[in-house]
């Protein structure tokens, strides 16, 4: 889910052009992070790639994504990579092919 006041708050503070190119950045970069996410080899790097994909989704309106990517880097504080954790880490990457195409479907919109 995008929250599309954040995204219509990003457009008023930067300007349309600039957030289109902003959204586009995030899709991209958040595309590595969840992959990073999904072949990390410790819980360490899970917990690092989580907190900073946290932050982002939250910047720019991918409120469940940040939710989910908050639950796996308190999770991650145990240190073990349990079925929870990697039933989070699956749901992650469900909800980011969502919200990139959703982010996608605006930038598209807004670039014709």
Do not use: R, Y
Request: aromatic share 2%; glycine share 4%; with cysteine.
């Amino acid at each position: 889910m995008i929250d599309k006041l954040i995204i219509e708050q990003l457009k008023h503070d930067v300007g349309e052009d600039l957030a289109i190119q902003l959204l586009g950045i995030f899709v991209e970069e958040s595309k590595k992070t969840i992959a990073d996410m999904l072949v990390a080899s410790s819980v360490s790097s899970i917990a690092i790639n989580a907190h900073g994909l946290k932050s982002s989704s939250s910047s720019f309106g991918a409120i469940n994504l940040a939710h989910t990517c908050q639950l796996i880097e308190t999770k991650a504080k145990d240190e073990e990579l349990d079925i929870e954790l990697i039933t989070l880490l699956q749901l992650a990457a469900k909800q980011s092919d969502k919200t990139f195409n959703q982010l996608t479907s605006i930038i598209v919109s807004q670039s014709i």
